[in-house]
């Protein structure tokens, strides 16, 4: 391990971009969202540690957009969908008093890029999708510290990503990610023999796969432990979020596939593992809450007192671990086929699964029928581009390919069920 090339989240190494004494200042892409909502609740209560300068969000929710900008004071607020502006003007002008200057406004699909190469120490990236691939490039080429929740940015675009990141720039946001990134702190990164992801299981747990055959969207929006966008949950509930994660703790700590292990923990206490060669495993646990591993996100290599809530040991518990049924639930070996297969092909694999969601959610595919379509659609995919010679160009042509590839499958499906 000691000559294979250092990772790119490494808890001994700390990042620090040249900035002015005082707060932080941040940067938070997708700030309507579930990370973003909750990053900003941590920022409000440390005004000493942290100062937001700018907010991206798609522009579903000019509303809150509005409301948090004038909170937070920033100077810029971006929306992804340009229509999105006259409402957003209007809100802010509700929310700021006479003689108080609005924010300035950027829309379009390149806004959140352009924050994120703002002037900053750190950009929370919490978009959701590999749409947030160019605002990760555009972080680490500008050189700021880089809170990573957009897991499939770095899914997608992993060798960019790696060619552009320096030694410490990236903390990893993922509850899992963080978990491991603070275990690994309790040895060096020879002592290290596997790293074990823990999965929830979701609302489908012990079922088998003749039992998924006629679950509903609303059995699989039923997630028993985290509450989360829907196509979050519906990764959840396939599993293929674990399968995402397994792509991403290989890009983030180095680690061989082989060497990655996922176990079903219902409790959702335990966050993730790092077995040591020693035999010794360090896990980090906490009440599940996203407010922890953003603290991490933002705040490494300090930490944030009272940014979430801790166990209250004085209470039972019991904490449960189980093997991952791989019949039931394909997605994680998939994952682990294209992480191997790297190049172009996580980024079929993700585009493809995002079309089959949506078909899933509108009722045009079942729910075994999303991880059979996206295994078809890695099967045609061919020879990936990989190495050196990947662009950001090759990952947006897979992806239009994939999603197209996967729609007509999914087109398929629906007219034979009709």
Same mark, same amino acid.
């Given at each position: ?18 900035? !002015? ?5 941040? @940067?938070?892409? $997708?700030? =309507? /969202? &579930? %990370? *973003? ?78 924050? !994120? ?5 750190? @950009?929370?990236? $919490?978009? =959701? /999708? &590999? %749409? *947030? ?286």
């Amino acid at each position: 391990m000691s000559d294979s090339p250092a990772p790119l989240a490494d808890p001994h190494l700390v990042y620090d971009p040249v900035t !002015a004494d005082g707060p932080k200042d941040v @940067v938070i892409l $997708g700030s =309507t /969202g &579930s %990370i *973003g909502t909750q990053a900003i609740d941590l920022v409000l209560r440390n005004p000493d540690r942290f100062r937001v300068t700018a907010l991206s969000a798609n522009g579903g929710r000019v509303a809150l957009l509005a409301e948090q900008a004038h909170r937070l004071k920033v100077r810029t607020v971006a929306v992804a969908r340009e229509d999105a502006v006259p409402q957003l003007r209007e809100a802010l002008t509700g929310h700021y008093g006479t003689g108080e200057p609005l924010p300035e406004i950027l829309a379009g699909p390149d806004a959140a890029t352009h924050l !994120a190469a703002s002037d900053c120490h750190t @950009v929370l990236n $919490g978009i =959701t /999708g &590999s %749409i *947030g691939l160019a605002p990760t490039l555009a972080a680490l080429e500008a050189g700021r510290t880089l809170a990573l929740a957009n897991k499939e940015s770095l899914i997608v675009g992993g060798p960019l990503v790696k060619a552009l990141a320096k030694p410490g720039q990236i903390i990893p946001v993922d509850s899992e990610h963080a978990a491991l990134f603070q275990a690994l702190a309790a040895g060096t990164r020879a002592d290290v023999r596997k790293l074990v992801v823990t999965a929830s299981g979701g609302p489908f747990r012990g079922r088998t796969r003749a039992d998924l055959e006629q679950v509903t969207v609303d059995d699989a929006l039923a997630h028993p432990t985290w509450a989360m966008g829907p196509v979050i949950t519906i990764n959840s509930a396939t599993l293929v979020n674990k399968g995402l994660e397994v792509i991403e703790a290989h890009l983030l700590y180095d680690i061989p596939f082989d060497r990655i292990e996922v176990v079903v923990h219902p409790q959702s206490y335990v966050h993730s593992m790092v077995e040591f060669t020693d035999g010794s495993t360090i896990a980090q646990a906490t009440p599940p809450d996203m407010r922890g591993p953003i603290a991490i996100g933002l705040g490494w290599p300090e930490r944030v007192p009272d940014a979430a809530p801790a166990f209250d040991w004085s209470k039972a518990s019991t904490w449960e671990f189980f093997p991952l049924d791989n019949d039931a639930f394909p997605s994680v070996n998939l994952a682990r086929h294209v992480g191997t297969l790297a190049g172009t092909a996580p980024a079929v694999f993700n585009a493809a699964n995002e079309e089959c969601v949506d078909a899933f959610l509108r009722g045009a595919l079942p729910f075994n029928g999303i991880m059979d379509t996206v295994t078809r659609v890695v099967e045609e995919h061919g020879t990936p581009v990989t190495g050196t010679s990947l662009t950001v160009p090759d990952v947006l042509e897979a992806e239009t390919w994939a999603r197209a590839r996967a729609r007509e499958l999914t087109a398929k499906t629906a007219e034979a069920r009709a």
